[in-house]
């Protein structure tokens, strides 16, 4: 079963690494839905001892949303701000790439000083969850167009959501639920607030939002 | 004892305008005239009494109060100056105290009344009495303090009744020094060369003179007594520090410190014959010397 | 009815008309008459127990159970030390409402007076406090109170700036007090006799270290150089009655803490004594020199704070030098100049401070060198003010000799005393006095020959108007009480020895042997006093006899020049400029000067100013340079939210890193 | 009745007024429906915490809902902040200049959001389970981010934009903590429906594993720190309370900080007793409120808008609780009656500024000088306000000031001491400087009249009578609360 989810979570380590070395925002946030695609999958193999109805819905759920629904609201925000396709970072792509490299090791480093977490889960899965929160950071932090934020919040909500899927198997479903819907709103509001940026500014540059200040 | 005293205030008020007289003639003498007659202070206040007096205009009730309350407190101050031993009339721990603010009342009222008149000469007299006096004040209390330390008392009459040749043996260097800063505190206070000159007549120069310019008649009067009696009541401090002859006989002891009040007198005029006035900016040192030479001798007293 | 009822009645009556007079504010008319009707009232009603304290020297408390939290309950009391700061505090409360009614007259506004009477009531509730949080809740409230009454003439920068600089300095002192009550408290209850319980068992770095607080803190209130900044800004900005009040009693609640928190430290540390002295001297040296280079009355008279607090300094040192090396006759009388020259300085401070009020209300300006000839145009005013001005100098026989001597008395004591460390402080401290008495006298010679003697300067001053009754009378009430301390003093004298037995914390008995001393000198200075009475009497009969009324009326003497005019007069910045010139590296006092060019010379100007020397040179640039270090930390907020998120991950990975074992 | 059963009212009621506001027609109508919901509501959350009175603690929905004194206390400053806020806003609203005039649509939206707002902190009260705890606080961030930019201009798109990464970002960091407190939790073999029950896991916190347990408190500590404006993850508060709306404003820093913090206090008790109550969480948080303090002086000295100013001052005030719940102890008493009188105080503070700004068009304290004379009620309401909020006596805040210098004298905390004294000071001085003008300074320019109606009037007047009554007396039913809550953040019983 391991290896199942130890391949689910390589899908991610490249998806990620993909998405830090993308110029072009439309790939990027094809990364990440294929990213959504994975973390819906990830439940079942996870719970795998019988396929609970609580358990498959999540995961409709999780790749209805983070698989379908994200990307296109983002595609339509895109396709309305319609400015330059690239990503323009303030760190160029390969530097990038080798940032994400440094933060799986480190991430493994880290989770090395944490005990064994309890329901012995596969060895892999809280360095990658750690890894994935590093890189969408990154991206925030690194990256000058809005729809990149947006992406990076993503990408953090992804990592934490394998950690939850994977360690906290028995997370009342409710919560699940709402934490889901959580991103999604968080999602949609920022694709909106963007939406007004571009109408008020006419860019989506977040680079030139420093009118406030001291 | 109470009749040495009361004896102690009668001889100021009498004798205290022959000083003037005998350093009036001690310059004559050193100048080679023959001078004033030694009584003559005593004829100008005999005059100054008998004269009108003319008020400016701008003035008021504190310009006459000026000289009344200056000899008044001339007067209250003679009472507490021992002399030779005997205790002064009024006589109490840290008398000296009001000794020094009785002088204190003095000034501030001449000041003002000079002030009143508005005369800028008057106005510059005072200005300069009033720097003059905020520094001799605290090298006469220092003085004082180091007797006081040295005989243990904090009475006038006390601390000068417990000098004596003897005391001279223990710690003359002391004593010696406090005479000096006294001698200058006196001739400050007075208005006296090398700090003032009494008798010259160039307003833009005098100190204590220009600030009575425009009194004149009884109120003169008063004035020139009351800075008679002032030079009496300082100097017998002086004498009372440098030399305390104490023979024992109430009598000898008067006769001597009067000699000295005279001595004194005479060292005035000497000064006066032959020291220039030094300039009114060399003064202020003149007089933190002083302070300086009382520390000095406070010094020597505690190591 | 007791005595602590009366209090309490007392601070209610006035917090209520306060109250009641802001919210009468609509008509100009009865907020006035509500407030200080109300004022009065109070005052009278917490003089009555105070003195009844001092006559009976008993203490009372009451505890009220209604809880200020973290207090032990609303708990007031008073004793003997209370006593002597609430009798002038009441008194000149009182006094400075009924010349305020007049002053502000028309200038008034609807929170004049509720500021003034929560200022009284403050004040009291200050002295009466037994419990921490209360002494802080009214420490606090008296500082607010004033600051909204020395910026009531909002109109000009000035006030403003005076205003802001007073709530900065007031505020950083009680930023110690804090600490050092936070110490106390944290030892056992807010209550005092808990703190006394606490600070006796300090250690004795803890306990140096409070001390060290205290004396900053209630420094600052009071008025110490070289934490006196906001005083001279503050006091003129004021309104005169104002200026009295604060100037003559609620600096002195600085001295009323400092005495009652060192009595909570327990045995005083040599050097207390000493450092007080020293602060003593300093201050008053220097204020006195600070006020002989000013030219505006009440600026002036503002620095002459500084310098009496300076006296009481130095009376306290020597008190608590004296405790220290075990010479209760140095202590008590230290003490009890100080405590006297507490009351002393109320009385003859008030008196001026009104003085000028009535000199601003009358000539229209406070500049001495627009002044002059005042005393033909307002004879009440002048003669009040030279009481003052003669009393303040601590000349014979008013109350300011008193309590000089009594330190004098006290210093006098220490020189004859075996310990060498007293011998030195004595010495210092009669040496500091004698200075400040010269300086002092020049300066008021100078402030009252200008003001109210010679010729008006300018026309202002020649139309001045006398003040009306309502103004004179309370000035007149406090110069009796000058002459009146002056002559019962030997009567005076007892009274104060029960609060000196509180700040000894020994028996009244020590307190009394050590007052003792002191009797006789004061009698036979009432005696001299008689005499110097008498005397003037005399002579001005003699006078009047030699004279009768033949005395001719003509034109001051002017050295035969042909046309003198006002202006010629000596001014006030001429007259002190001997003495400034001496001490001019002290005072630094800045010059504009067009010297007179040609044998025609044309327009010349000549202008001195002397600032404050701590405030351009020390905390002027202390502000400039924190602010500047402050602003430098901006760079790190320019707007970026990348670099934004960057600082929070940072932070959790630092967290992650050095937290997490 | 047993109360209990109907704690789900005080979330469905202001959805339903959400609901309401959306159906209504005119601007006149959301104002009515916004006072009639907020009044009722308060009447019934006051009706709960008189409950949590009687009984201690009140719990419904299978244990997820759940009210105990904390809660309780923060739900009662939670109804003054909104009450307040909701009386405020016709006075607000009809002030508006011409310009930017919210439309009945804008208006219809602000309704929903402010009720929906309402609804966000009530879960965020209410909730028993750590995972909806940050679910409720996710959505405040939500719901609140179109509050800021009511009045469109670019300067409020970008502090809304900046709100909402900044805050979305930090609450994600809630997240993973929250999941650490849940893997820690999962050695305790719950079924699924109560493992992330708060009082679950506190009545067997010891059987927590501790080093996961501090992992997830550094995650919430940044996590809801970020929230609720704690250097160094402030930066979102300054843009944010500048350009919100005054009534969102005085939102934002009369509560929804409080509840950020309110989380982080749940929070405290479970990690301490898991780690052996060694103190761990209290050094940390008394860090943070340092650094809070001092950043807030550095910062506030060099402000020229009114509401940035008062921003700052927040953040500052965030920063004392913060030092309050680190000392522990009676200092969490403090803490928690400064959350009080903080939120009282700067309500009243950002309602002036509002109505100031909306007089003179703008929030730069230059244009707004000499405010007493120009605007009596609310320019008095501002100077008393800030005199409080720099902890002048005898109002509330120098009481809780006080309290707090105590306990940290009492625990030789003699640094903190320092520099708590030395940051208050630095903020005074930044205040007062600016305060004097603001109140007595010469009028720039000639703003339009500020007929301030009877209402207004009554709020100034609450507002600062209030301040001024618990400066000098604390009614004892209130220290009750505040023990038994202090009770709670300490975990272990702890004498006062």
């Not at chain 1, 719970?47 to 339509?76: D, E, N």
């Not at chain 4, 902040?81 to 405020?88: D, I, P, R």
């Amino acid at each position: 079963m391991n290896i199942v989810i130890d391949t689910a979570l390589l899908a991610l380590i490249v998806s990620s690494m993909l998405l830090l070395g993308f110029s072009q925002i439309r790939s990027c946030i094809r990364a990440v839905a294929v990213q959504g695609f994975v973390l819906g999958a990830l439940p079942l193999v996870a719970h795998g001892s019988g396929l609970v109805v609580s358990t498959l819905l999540l995961s409709a759920v999780t790749v209805a949303l983070k698989g379908v629904v994200f990307p296109r609201v983002l595609f339509r925000f895109l396709r309305e701000a319609d400015v330059r396709r690239e990503v323009e970072p303030f760190v160029g792509h390969a530097a990038s790439v080798l940032v994400g490299f440094l933060s799986l090791a480190g991430s493994v480093w880290m989770c090395s000083r944490f005990p064994v977490f309890p329901g012995n889960p596969p060895p892999l899965v809280v360095p990658v969850s750690f890894f994935m929160v590093f890189v969408g950071l990154f991206i925030i932090v690194s990256r000058k167009k809005a729809v990149s934020q947006i992406l990076g919040y993503l990408v953090m909500e992804n990592g934490m959501y394998v950690f939850g899927v994977v360690v906290l198997r028995d997370m009342p479903l409710l919560v699940d639920l709402g934490v889901l819907l959580d991103a999604f709103a968080a999602v949609f509001v920022m694709g909106v607030a963007v939406h007004h940026i571009t109408r008020e500014f006419d860019h989506m540059d977040v680079d030139q939002l420093d009118t406030l200040k001291g | 004892m109470m009749f040495l005293s009361l004896t102690n205030v009668v001889l100021a008020l009498l004798a205290a305008p022959l000083l003037l007289g005998v350093i009036n003639r001690t310059k004559a003498f050193f100048a080679g005239r023959r001078g004033q007659p030694l009584l003559q202070a005593y004829y100008d206040l005999a005059k100054l009494l008998r004269k009108d007096a003319v008020y400016s205009r701008t003035t008021t009730w504190v310009f006459r109060a000026g000289p009344v309350v200056g000899l008044a407190c001339a007067l209250t101050a003679a009472a507490l100056a021992p002399l030779g031993g005997a205790r002064g009339l009024i006589s109490f721990p840290c008398d000296l105290i009001l000794l020094a603010y009785l002088f204190g009342v003095m000034r501030f009222f001449t000041v003002v009344a000079a002030l009143d008149t508005g005369s800028s000469f008057e106005g510059m007299g005072a200005s300069r009495e009033v720097q003059f006096s905020a520094l001799a004040e605290p090298a006469l209390l220092l003085g004082l303090a180091v007797v006081a330390r040295l005989t243990g008392e904090l009475s006038l009459s006390g601390m000068f009744a417990a000098l004596s040749p003897a005391a001279y043996a223990a710690s003359g260097p002391v004593l010696a020094l406090v005479g000096v800063s006294f001698l200058v505190v006196v001739l400050a206070e007075n208005s006296r060369i090398p700090v003032d000159d009494p008798n010259t007549h160039l307003e833009l120069t005098m100190i204590h003179e220009v600030m009575v310019l425009d009194h004149s008649g009884p109120d003169f009067a008063f004035i020139l007594y009351g800075a008679a009696l002032k030079l009496w009541v300082l100097g017998s401090l002086l004498v009372n520090v440098v030399l305390p002859v104490r023979t024992g006989s109430a009598a000898l002891d008067l006769a001597a410190a009067l000699a000295g009040m005279l001595c004194l007198a005479v060292l005035v005029g000497v000064i006066e014959s032959c020291m220039a006035r030094v300039r009114l900016l060399r003064v202020p040192q003149l007089l933190v010397g002083a302070v300086v030479v009382s520390g000095l001798a406070f010094v020597l007293l505690l190591r | 009815m007791n005595p602590m009822q009366l209090t309490l009645a007392g601070l209610v009556i006035l917090m209520l008309s306060g109250g009641a007079s802001a919210l009468a504010g609509r008509s100009a008319a009865w907020s006035a008459r509500l407030g200080v009707g109300g004022a009065v009232a109070g005052c009278i009603l917490g003089l009555i127990p105070a003195v009844g304290t001092l006559v009976g020297g008993l203490s009372l408390s009451v505890r009220i159970p209604w809880p200020p939290p973290a207090g032990r309950g609303f708990e007031l009391g008073l004793d003997p030390l209370s006593a002597v700061f609430l009798v002038p505090m009441t008194l000149l409360g009182a006094l400075c409402a009924v010349y305020g009614a007049a002053y502000l007259g028309k200038g008034a506004r609807r929170t004049s007076w509720f500021h003034y009477n929560t200022l009284v009531a403050s004040m009291m509730a200050v002295v009466l406090a037994r419990d921490a949080v209360v002494f802080l809740i009214a420490w606090e409230t008296m500082a607010l109170s004033s600051f909204f009454l020395v910026i009531h003439d909002h109109g000009k920068a000035q006030a403003r700036r005076a205003a802001w600089l007073y709530m900065v300095a007031t505020h950083l002192g009680t930023a110690f007090l804090l600490a050092m009550f936070a110490i106390l408290c944290a030892r056992g209850s807010a209550g005092f006799d808990a703190l006394a319980r606490a600070g006796a068992a300090l250690p004795a770095p803890l306990a140096t270290v409070l001390f060290v607080f205290a004396l900053v803190g209630f420094g600052t209130k009071a008025g110490f150089m070289p934490f006196h900044v906001w005083l001279p800004e503050a006091h003129p900005a004021a309104p005169s009655h104002v200026s009295a009040l604060m100037s003559g009693i609620m600096i002195k609640t600085g001295i009323y803490g400092l005495m009652r928190v060192l009595g909570f430290l327990g045995a005083p540390a040599p050097w207390w004594g000493g450092c007080l002295l020293a602060v003593g001297v300093t201050s008053g040296v220097l204020g006195v020199l600070f006020a002989l280079a000013q030219h505006d009355l009440k600026r002036l008279l503002a620095y002459h704070s500084v310098e009496n607090i300076g006296i009481i300094a130095i009376g306290l040192g020597l008190g608590y030098l004296g405790l220290a090396h075990g010479l209760p006759a140095v202590a008590a009388l230290g003490f009890a100049g100080a405590l006297l020259h507490v009351v002393n300085h109320a009385v003859f401070k008030g008196l001026l401070f009104l003085g000028a009020g009535a000199v601003l209300h009358g000539a229209g300006t406070g500049e001495l060198d627009r002044l002059g000839g005042l005393l033909k145009r307002m004879p009440g005013t002048g003669a009040a003010f030279l009481v003052g001005a003669v009393a303040i100098c601590g000349l014979p026989p008013l109350n300011g000799f008193v309590s000089e001597f009594l330190i004098y008395l006290s210093a006098f004591r220490g020189v004859v005393s075996p310990s060498a460390a007293v011998v030195v402080a004595g010495l210092s401290g009669l040496a500091g006095l004698a200075l400040i008495g010269g300086l002092a006298a020049a300066c008021f010679t100078k402030a009252f020959g200008v003001v109210f003697l010679g010729e008006p300067r300018t026309e202002q001053a020649a139309a001045a108007q006398e003040a009306g009754p309502a103004m004179r009378w309370p000035m007149a009430a406090l110069a009796c009480l000058c002459g009146a301390i002056g002559i019962f003093s030997p009567a005076v004298l007892p009274l104060l020895a029960p609060a000196v037995a509180v700040v000894m914390k020994g028996a009244p008995e020590a307190a009394t042997a050590g007052l003792a001393a002191a009797a006789t000198p004061l009698t036979w200075i009432v005696a001299a006093a008689a005499v110097l009475a008498l005397l003037v009497a005399a002579l001005s009969a003699l006078r009047f006899r030699l004279l009768g009324a033949r005395a001719r009326q003509a034109v001051t003497w002017d050295c035969g020049y042909a046309a003198p005019a006002p202006r010629m007069q000596y001014t006030a910045s001429s007259f002190a400029q001997p003495l400034t010139d001496l001490f001019a590296p002290l005072l630094r006092t800045r010059r504009e000067h067009v010297p007179p060019k040609g044998i025609f010379p044309a327009g010349t100007t000549f202008a001195t100013e002397t600032d404050d020397l701590f405030q351009r040179n020390l905390y002027a640039p202390l502000f400039r340079m924190t602010g500047a270090a402050l602003a430098w930390f901006r760079w790190a907020q320019q707007g970026r939210v990348q670099l934004y998120v960057l600082y929070i991950a940072l932070t959790l990975l630092a967290l992650l890193l050095f937290c997490v074992e | 009745m047993n109360a209990a059963g109907f704690l789900w009212i005080l979330i469905a009621l202001p959805l339903l007024g959400a609901g309401a506001c959306l159906a209504c027609r005119s601007r006149g109508g959301v104002m009515a429906v916004i006072r009639a919901g907020v009044l009722l509501w308060a009447a019934a959350a006051l009706v709960f915490v008189r409950g949590v009175r009687a009984e201690g603690s009140l719990s419904a929905g299978w244990g997820w809902l759940h009210l105990d004194a904390l809660s309780a206390y923060h739900l009662l400053v939670m109804t003054a902040v909104f009450t307040l806020s909701s009386l405020y806003l016709p006075a607000y609203f009809r002030g508006e200049p011409a310009e930017h005039r919210t439309d009945s649509a804008g208006m219809r939206r602000f309704g929903a959001l402010w009720f929906g707002a309402l609804a966000a902190m009530a879960l965020v009260l209410l909730s028993d389970n750590i995972g909806i705890l940050w679910v409720g606080i996710e959505a405040t961030t939500l719901v609140t981010a179109f509050l800021i930019c009511t009045h469109r201009t670019p300067e409020s798109m970008e502090a809304m934009w900046k709100y909402l990464i900044i805050c979305s970002v930090g609450v994600a960091f809630a997240f993973m903590g929250t999941l650490f407190a849940g893997a820690a939790a999962s050695g305790l073999h719950y079924p699924g429906s109560q493992a992330l029950l708060w009082t679950c896991l506190n009545e067997n916190a010891a059987r927590l594993d501790p080093v996961l347990m501090k992992a997830a408190f550094l995650f919430l500590l940044v996590g809801y720190g970020t929230k609720a404006g704690i250097a160094p993850m402030h930066s979102w508060l300054p843009d944010a309370h500048s350009q919100a709306p005054a009534p969102v404003s005085a939102l934002f820093s009369g509560f929804m900080l409080n509840a950020a913090l309110y989380a982080v206090m749940r929070y405290m008790p479970l990690v301490e007793t898991a780690t052996g109550n060694t103190g761990w969480s209290h050094r940390l948080l008394l860090f943070f409120g340092l650094a809070s303090l001092l950043t807030a002086a550095a910062f506030i000295g060099s402000q020229r808008d009114l509401k940035r100013l008062l921003a700052y001052c927040s953040i500052e005030h965030i920063g004392i609780i913060a030092i309050g719940l680190g000392l522990g102890g009676f200092g969490v008493f403090a803490a928690l009656l400064h959350t009080l009188n903080h939120s009282l105080a700067k309500s009243l503070a950002f309602f002036a500024a509002g109505r100031l700004g909306q007089m003179h068009g703008t929030h730069d304290m230059r244009r707004l000088a000499g405010s007493l004379k120009t605007a009596p009620v609310w320019g008095g309401a501002l100077l008393v306000s800030l005199l409080v909020l720099v902890g002048a006596a005898p109002f509330a805040v120098f009481l809780s000031e006080l309290i707090l210098l105590v306990v940290a004298a009492g625990q030789g905390a003699y640094w903190t001491l320092g520099l708590f004294l030395a940051g208050a000071a630095a903020v005074f001085v930044g205040i007062l400087r600016n305060a004097i003008p603001l109140a007595w300074g010469d009028p720039a320019g000639v703003p339009r009249p500020e007929r301030a109606g009877v209402t207004e009037k009554l709020l100034v007047a609450v507002c600062v009578g209030a301040l001024l009554l618990l400066g000098v007396w604390l009614p004892g039913p209130l220290t009750d609360m505040l023990g038994a809550a202090v009770h709670i953040v300490e975990g272990a019983p702890h004498e006062l």
